[in-house]
Nanobody, 119 residues
Framework: QVQFVESGGGLVQPGGSLRLSCVAS????????MAWYRQAPGKQRELIGA????????NYADSVKGRFTISRDNAKNTLYLQMNSLKSEDTAVYYC????????????WGQGTQVTVSS
């Protein structure tokens, strides 16, 4: 059974940093392009970035480019999201999953991890 477990969220002041982790199980992790998504209150889930299986190619949404960094450790089946220079508009629940395109639909969402950016 495919499972994603996200962690590392919390309350942080504007300008602060957080590092999120996502442990995957039940799927050949290294074979897939993986992605981070987020969903703010009252908004649709959005893609914020993706990394290919070998970690060679990484792409980001314009809203996080230059502030967020995605990485992965295939030996640990773990995906990471380093978030710097956080803004209030980054407040959301963050999820990981395979890269889903053209629509962000999946039967396998984890519980997500809440990130709140507030002073």
């Amino acid at each position: 059974q495919v499972q994603f477990v996200e962690s590392g969220g919390g309350l942080v002041q504007p300008g602060g940093s957080l590092r999120l982790s996502c442990v995957a199980s039940g799927t050949p992790f290294s074979h897939y392009t993986m992605a981070w998504y987020r969903q703010a209150p009252g908004k649709q889930r959005e893609l914020i970035g993706a990394i290919t299986g070998g970690g060679i190619e990484i792409n980001y949404a314009d809203s996080v480019k230059g502030r967020f960094t995605i990485s992965r450790d295939n030996a640990k089946n773990t995906l990471y999201l380093q978030m710097n220079s956080l803004k209030s508009e980054d407040t959301a629940v963050y999820y990981c999953n395979k890269f889903l395109w053209p629509t962000i639909e999946s039967d396998y969402w984890g519980q997500g991890t809440q990130v709140t950016v507030s002073s």
